[in-house]
């Protein structure tokens, strides 16, 4: 037998793979690739002239039968549509035939919806219960920003293979295009959530009595899990998005990843050269220094994950920097219950937070933030936050593509000044890719990417902890980033050598099954009779039927055969039943050369003469023109017609092993 | 001995002989120790037992079985050495058997007491002491003494251990001196049998296999030739020198670190001729079979000798450039000679000769560094000093360690990975660099120097003690900047550089880690101070937000950053770099002057360091004349000497008086100058008539200042007060005019005042004050007797011997009533 690995996503940080594991079919994380947004036009809540005036692009023998659909801003195209996105691959494998669907954290579940409503998916899902729902708020928070800003037009002519090659990169580049969808509708969202079955840390959840899934904490986000996927006899680790940093989650569970026979490695830090303290430490420095000089902030942020910590991190800093009286806003129709959400997860905090559930005071300091009304936070920038708004301030708000969501009106609002500065914290989109259509921009723009997922130090610590037997990855890890091909220290190292991945590729996992468990019924068992041939080690014999049914394997007492009549039925009988034949006795035991000789001689054969062979011994009894022949498994006696001569033979070798 | 301490010492003795009354603090023993070393340095030991018999009781007493604490054991075998060290002395206790019961077999060194290490540290010292003369050595040799030392030599404690070898080369050193006719020759023979024994002894130590005897027989020898100068020193270099050589050709060299310091001591020497004693081969061999790591100290050490031979000298300076010369090899672009060795010893450097393990490799090459570091400013240095590929080694390092190197060999890439992030040698590199600043290069590498130093301040990833190091040498290369000599202005390079570095500066002035701000803040001191007056300086600074965010940190909430930004706000102003703020922190446009917020700091802030530095940055402002204190110098001086007054932090009343002091000498017109060469005007400015000068110091309330710190708990402050006032009392003696009879009625309410005040009680104000007054008050005073009596240190009257005594014995005295007490 053996293990299957599919790959559907190429994007290591947002996995989607699919494994086949002792006849069941397990879809492990549904990522969904967000970068094809990048090459749409933002969509502004508030009608932007700017924005409506750009030019059409057109070809370069002056043909504009695309200008309608594309754009052109400060060089670059874009398309003028609604944003689609890149879906994993359908075609490698029938999704309907997938059974489970294991989530591991809440960036790697937004393509949910497309899989459970869309492909004829019957089974279930699996999270942790923040996963779930702060995989809700993400979503809700997407398709809002998307809705609210309805857009008559969908452009589909630039997709045509023939057209496409004609276009500017990255439009040129970009992959599988026809494949690319809308966003899903909170319907479908509400409908795939609806398929998702909560599981708890180091819960056991038996699949059709084959395999049993475990979720172990990851430390990267609330609720962010590793899976187990184990038989009796073989161990697969998922590790995807894990993090050994102290921040809010609790801890990585790394030592019930030991032993696994396949260790398969997602999700690690998309900015390997960038250290989260040092970036967190560049975040308020740049944030502070443009405050002071009377600019505005803007961070480009998902509704939950890091913003806790920066948030933290700035409850601690504002006072010591002289920045109390500066407004904080966080913008997101998901903001609030994103902040409130965060405070009732005690049980999957770090033991820090934990502890503060028995003190009269919030995990997370931010309560104390909104309380002083440091921090404020609004669903929209339409409603009660136009008439709140000060300048100058600090604006936490989506999306991180800067190309739907309040964070596009900031954009147009604040990039004409040098005083304001976006800062850049999550890792998932170029920030010069997210910047193009803003171009030209007199805002600041500062990058600190703050990612802490595993980095490859890190990496080559728990590979020597957990020392599986094969590591999978993605195969952007078995090399240097492409920028920085000296850095042998950003690949994955590793003995043997990990296998690597890519998408729409088909891995077989390098090890074979080669034990089953098999139970046995009592009656059956009871009717043993075990020899002992070693002390300590008893052998049976079983005569039983085995009975296969759900995965688990079962031997039964065989059928009792019909009372024999006669010499020819029974004949027949027997050779019907084979279970039933009455075997040979099964023998055991080596054979003692030099007693076999004594033997021998007692029983009157002389003239013996022993040659030793590469597998045993070869008894020469030269008188009857007889040869033995003794090897570890096996003993020949070989003698012209003489069968009396070959039986007594034989006799005196039995006598030497055990029978049962 | 004066008739007091007499008379209390039977007592003593008694009381330390009592086990019953132990010694609780040991240190009396030390002090009892040192006296009765000054009285025999002083006179005759012998006349001193003789006078006081009590103490070879004392000596005989500690013999007895008996439970006696081991510090007073240990106190008495000290105490007999002092006391024997005296050659008719030691006849006396000789006489008594009391020298071999104390430290023969018969002694301690038998018994239980032995086991405790301040009893051998003891025995060691006293013998240390005795053996001054002829007769110590035949009684060394009579009781079997230096046996028992060879053994100490490994005694568990250090101590003793490092005593004991000490204590060898003493007797040795000492049984030489006895030689009449000149150095022995090589025979064993010639040589007095107490040092044929220790030098045999250390024949075989160097022999043995055994690791541990070695490094003792190579620490003695270590101590001999450092201490030891004599003729025979050479004598005993030719007869150990093959046996020493012997041990190089040992794998691995056994005890490589002290054969190192041997073979140094010995070269620095100045008792030995080192070219006939075969010495530089021996080093150079040393030098080649040592491994990098070993030899890089031995190699330190040659270069810094004076006299040694030029091939030496150079295999030397190549070992220590082994390690950069195999990182620059290892990051090397191309094929061909990085310029740090000789084309020959060059090839043999392979990039694999680092130490593979990372603490290995890091420890070397940060070792390296220091090394080079200190062989720099020396006058011996090696000469033509590769300034260039050095410098490029530095700055690989630092890409390395940064991230920012791209090396094209598999070497490189693991040297990378090793040294990646790794801070002790950023921090080793940064200061080296900053080392090499004092040379200079050819410009497209010092463009390169900036730009990783411009790496280095921008990087998050920089620690705060690797940031300070980066702004230090940011500094020093700075300063060396100009090219052309004598002109202080920085170049047009340097001033480029300048606009990149502000924003960064700028950046980490809003650090949220008070260490990066700190530095920041320094770093943009000094370089205030130092072309604070420089037009392109100027130009840069006033464009970017750093004067502004400066002023912010003035309310930083850690206390060392007000300070430093109090520091550097100070220089700004001095400089007319201050640009009023109007951040959000002043909505209205209304901001203090900076005078008022530095005020403010002065008597508001809850920590001394800001309010220490505003004081410094006043007295900086007032010598300077500063815009903001010339206006209305005397008001300034009132306000800050009223609030400093009051200060609780003695240093910011002491830093008061100096700003006083500079008030007083530019009120009366003194030019300062404590260099007694330096050129001083020709005339003085005339600071018009000595009582209108001293009325505007009693406007400004000096004198009350002065005189409250006359009598202040805290001595530098009451000692500067007393000298201020003695300078002015000594300016005005000679003026005849303010001659007033003593006895007038305000003088003496303000010496009945002063009075209360020396009392303690301050309560009451001086109130206005006469120049006529002050100076009658002045006359009167004892200054001299003050400051004679403020010069002793605060212990000087409980330091004699007799309150020695009289402490010892009520310590006893008072366990003894506990003792009472408890029937």
Not at chain 2, 281 to 289: F, K, N
Not at chain 2, 469 to 485: D, E, M, V
Not at chain 2, 538 to 543: E, G, Q, S, V, Y
């Amino acid at each position: 037998l053996k293990l299957c690995k599919y790959c559907l996503s190429g994007h290591p940080t947002l996995p989607c793979n699919v494994l086949k594991f002792k006849s069941t079919t397990i879809m492990l994380d549904c990522g969904l690739d967000m970068t094809s947004t990048l090459n749409f036009l933002p969509l502004p809540l508030v009608q932007s002239p700017r924005l409506s005036n750009l030019p059409g692009w057109s070809l370069k023998d002056g043909s504009a039968f695309l200008d309608k659909e594309l754009k052109e801003c400060s060089g670059h195209v874009f398309v003028d549509s609604v944003p689609e996105f890149c879906l994993p691959e359908t075609e490698l494998i029938d999704l309907s035939t997938v059974d489970v669907i294991l989530i591991s954290n809440y960036h790697c579940m937004m393509a949910l919806p497309y899989i459970t409503e869309h492909t004829g998916f019957t089974g279930t899902v699996y999270a942790t219960e923040p996963t779930v729902q702060i995989g809700r708020l993400l979503m809700e928070e997407l398709v809002n920003f998307i809705e609210r800003v309805p857009k008559a037009q969908s452009a589909s002519l630039w997709k045509n293979k023939d057209i496409q090659r004609l276009l500017p990169s990255p439009l040129k580049d970009a992959v599988e295009v026809s494949t690319w969808r809308r966003c899903y509708t909170m319907q479908e969202v509400n409908s795939a959530l609806s398929k998702i079955q909560l599981v708890g840390y180091s819960q056991k959840i038996e699949l059709f009595g084959a395999v049993q899934v475990t979720p172990l904490s990851s430390g990267y986000a609330l609720g962010s899990s590793n899976w187990i996927i184990q038989s009796h006899y073989e161990k697969v680790s998922y590790v995807s998005g894990s993090s050994l940093l102290t921040t809010h989650p609790q801890p990585m569970d790394q030592a019930s990843l030991k032993n696994s026979d396949v260790l398969i490695l997602t999700g690690l830090t998309q900015i390997p050269t960038a250290n989260p303290d040092g970036m967190v430490g560049e975040f308020c420095s740049n944030l502070a220094l443009t405050v002071r000089n009377g600019g505005n902030v803007l961070v480009p942020c998902y509704p939950s994950g890091v913003i806790y910590d920066l948030l933290e991190c700035l409850y601690q800093y504002i006072d010591s920097a002289g920045l109390s009286n500066i407004p904080f806003y966080f913008i997101s129709p998901v903001a609030n219950s994103s902040l409130e959400f965060s405070q009732i997860f005690a049980e999957w905090l770090c033991h820090n937070k934990q502890t503060k559930v028995y003190l009269p005071e919030p995990p997370f300091p931010h309560a104390e933030l909104i309380q002083t009304n440091k921090l404020k936070h609004y669903p929209s920038l339409h409603g009660d936050f136009s008439s709140d708004f000060r300048q100058p301030c600090v604006v936490f708000t989506g999306h991180p593509s800067l190309r739907f969501g309040d964070v596009v009106h900031f954009m147009e609002l604040w990039g004409k000044s040098s005083l304001n500065t976006v800062i850049f914290t999550e890792p998932d989109f170029s920030y010069l890719e997210a910047l193009a259509p803003y171009q030209p921009l007199a805002m600041k723009c500062i990058y600190c990417p703050i990612d802490t997922r595993l980095n490859f130090i890190q990496v080559s610590k728990l590979l020597k902890e957990v020392q599986p037997l094969h590591v999978v990855c993605p195969e952007q890890y078995t090399q240097p980033p492409p920028a920085q091909s000296h850095r042998m220290d950003l690949m994955i190292d590793c003995q043997p050598p990990a296998m690597s991945y890519r998408r729409a590729e088909v891995l077989a996992l390098p090890f074979k099954r080669r034990y089953e468990k098999i139970e046995i019924m009592p009656e059956l068992a009871d009717a043993l009779v075990p020899m002992e041939i070693k002390p300590g080690i008893s052998l049976a014999t079983v005569s039983a039927v085995l009975h296969t049914k759900d995965n688990k394997h079962v031997l039964q007492p065989p059928p009792r055969p019909a009372q024999p009549s006669g010499g020819k039925k029974r004949k027949r009988a027997s050779e019907d039943i084979p279970d039933c034949k009455v075997l040979k006795p099964l023998l055991s035991g080596s054979i003692p050369v030099e007693q076999f000789v004594q033997t021998l001689e007692k029983h009157g054969f002389s003239d013996i003469k022993v040659e030793d062979t590469a597998k045993g011994h070869i008894v020469l009894l030269q008188e009857a023109e007889t040869l033995i022949q003794i090897e570890e498994d096996s003993t020949h006696i070989i003698c012209d017609n003489d069968e009396m001569l070959r039986v007594r033979l034989r006799d005196l070798v039995l006598k030497f092993l055990q029978k049962f | 001995m004066d008739p007091e301490c007499s008379q209390l010492l039977p007592a003593l003795c008694a009381v330390l002989a009592d086990p019953r009354q132990p010694m609780a603090d040991d240190t009396c023993l030390e002090k009892l120790l040192d006296w009765f070393k000054t009285i025999t340095e002083a006179g005759s030991s012998l006349l001193l037992l003789q006078e006081n018999p009590c103490l070879v009781e004392l000596l005989c007493h500690v013999l007895k079985p008996q439970d006696l604490s081991s510090r007073v054991l240990s106190f008495s075998l000290r105490l007999t050495g002092v006391f024997a060290a005296q050659e008719d002395c030691f006849q006396y206790l000789q006489q008594g058997e009391l020298l071999p019961r104390l430290f023969g077999e018969a002694g301690p060194l038998g018994g239980a007491a032995w086991t405790a290490p301040t009893v051998r540290s003891g025995w060691i010292q006293g013998l240390r002491s005795l053996a001054q003369h002829p007769s110590a050595l035949h009684f060394l040799a009579d009781c079997g003494a230096v046996d028992t030392i060879f053994s100490l030599q490994g005694d568990s404690s250090l101590f003793v251990a490092s005593a004991a070898g000490q204590l060898l080369v003493h007797i040795l050193s000492l049984s030489m001196r006895g030689l009449a006719e000149g150095p022995p020759g090589l025979q064993a023979d010639d040589w007095p049998p107490c040092a044929q024994k220790i030098v045999g002894h250390i024949e075989e130590s160097l022999r043995s296999t055994a690791t541990p005897q070695i490094t003792q027989a190579l620490n003695v020898l270590t101590t001999t030739f450092s201490h030891c100068h004599d003729p025979w020193t050479q004598v005993l270099w030719v007869r150990l020198h093959p046996l020493v050589a012997a041990l190089l050709e040992k794998d691995p060299v056994p005890a490589a670190h002290s054969l190192v310091d041997l073979l140094l001591s010995v070269a620095r020497s100045p008792g030995l001729s080192s070219s006939s004693c075969g010495l530089w081969e021996t080093l150079a061999q040393t030098v080649s079979h040592l491994s990098p790591t070993q030899a890089g100290l031995l190699a330190l050490g040659i270069l810094k000798l004076q006299d040694c031979p030029q091939a030496l000298r150079a295999q030397a300076f190549a070992v220590l450039l082994q390690p950069l010369a195999c990182v620059l090899k290892a990051t090397a672009q191309g094929p061909g000679p990085s310029g740090l060795l000789d084309s020959t010893a060059a090839d043999s450097v392979t990039a694999d000769m680092l130490p593979p393990s990372k603490a290995a490799c890091v420890g070397l090459l940060c070792r390296t560094l220091a090394h080079l570091e200190l062989l720099l400013p020396l006058p011996q240095r090696p000469c033509p000093w590769p300034q260039v590929p050095l410098l490029g080694a530095a700055v690989t390092l630092l890409q390395l360690c940064g991230g920012s190197g791209s090396p094209a060999s598999d070497a490189g890439r693991q040297l990378c990975a090793l040294l990646l992030g790794c801070v002790r040698v950023q921090r080793a590199a940064l200061d080296f660099l900053g080392t090499l600043s004092q040379e200079t290069g050819p410009p497209e590498l010092v463009t390169q120097v900036f730009a990783v130093l411009l790496e280095y301040l921008r990087s998050p990833d920089s620690s705060p003690t690797v940031l300070k190091k980066a702004f230090q040498a940011t500094f020093r290369w700075l300063l060396s900047s100009p090219r052309t000599p004598g002109c202080s202005d920085l170049d047009s390079d340097a001033v480029l550089f300048l606009r990149e570095l502000l924003p960064v500066l700028q950046k980490r002035l809003c650090s949220p880690c008070w260490e990066v701000r700190d530095s920041s803040l320094e770093f943009l001191t000094q370089m205030t101070r130092r072309w604070g007056g420089q037009a392109g300086f100027r130009h840069a600074l006033l464009a970017s937000e750093v004067p502004r965010l400066t002023e912010q940190l003035l309310r930083d909430p850690e206390s060392y950053v007000r300070a430093s930004a109090v520091t550097a706000m100070g220089q700004l102003s001095s400089q007319g770099l201050c640009v009023p703020s109007a951040g959000p922190e002043h909505p209205g446009g209304q901001q203090k002057s900076l005078l008022g917020e530095l005020l403010h700091i002065l008597s508001a802030d809850s920590e001394g360091f800001p309010r220490r530095a505003v004081m410094q940055v006043f007295t900086q402002w007032l010598r300077d004349s500063h815009a903001d204190v010339v206006g209305d110098t005397e008001q300034f001086v009132a306000g800050v000497l009223q609030v400093a007054g009051q200060d609780l932090d003695w240093e910011v009343r002491a830093q008061g008086l100096e700003l006083a002091l500079v008030f007083l000498e530019q009120t009366l017109g003194l030019s300062r100058s404590h260099c007694p060469y330096a050129v001083t005007p020709p005339v003085a400015a005339p600071a018009g008539p000595l009582t209108q000068a001293l009325q505007s110091l009693c406007r400004v309330r000096l004198f009350e200042f002065a005189f409250r710190a006359l009598f202040d708990c805290d001595r530098p402050v009451a000692q500067k007060s007393c000298d201020l006032l003695l300078l002015l009392r000594a300016k005005t003696a000679s003026s005849s005019s303010l001659q007033e009879p003593r006895s007038s009625p305000d003088v003496a309410s303000v010496e009945a005042a002063l009075q209360r005040w020396r009392a303690g009680d301050q309560a009451q104000p001086l109130g206005d004050l006469e120049p006529e007054v002050v100076l009658a008050v002045l006359r009167s005073m004892d200054l001299e007797g003050l400051r004679g009596a403020l010069a002793e240190s605060s212990d000087h009257v409980e330091k004699s011997p007799q309150s020695l005594l009289q402490d010892m014995l009520a310590t006893v005295g008072i366990r003894g009533e506990n003792e009472a007490d408890c029937y």
